[in-house]
């Protein structure tokens, strides 16, 4: 040990959930903070400055930007991914029964799948059901609205082509006799708006799965 020289303390200032590449997973975090010290004989003496604070994982001990905190957690993003596929889907679904066209026991059974697997665990017919008689039409209005919000929020976990493939999926489960109805294709251009996917491009997904279906 040098007789005099500088060390960085830190301290806990902090902890939360991130994601630990080195782990691969969601890992309990520590925010800590540090500041310079010169020390004579490993005591410390006078306080020089702050050190930047970091995040360290309390598994294994790798140290991350604070930035990491803007990373959402696995947890969130499945979150995001199962609350956003229901808004969306009862979006396009409430969209018939406005038009007095309520989803055939075909379109309920794609509906019921699509959202548990997503990740709402025990979703079934009765859960539908009751979401479908509760008021309101979620992305009428893009970003006024919960399910709008909750779509736009998983928007911006979803790169270009995952968002497109997302949309189809929620088109998929409004085909009906392998068409999409207008108030549904209403519902799902209001879907493409929170996804940020643009109206044409829209159009092309509706077309696909139309002919897919067709084919
Ligand atoms: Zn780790």
Known sequence: MSLVGWRTLYRTVGRGVAHCERC???????RRAGRRWMHLLGVPLVPAGAAAEHLACTVCQTCYRVELLAVPTVAQMRAALAAGTKAAVLAVLRAGCAAAR???????????DLIRRSGVAGYGEDSLARDLAAAGDPVARPGSEPGGLVIERLALQLEEHAREWFLASVVQVGLDGGRLGEPERAAVGAIARCLGVSQARASDVIWMAEAAQAG
């Open 24 to 30: 691969g997973g969601d890992r309990a975090i520590w």
């Open 102 to 112: 309520p989803p055939s026991p075909a379109t309920r059974r794609r509906a019921v």
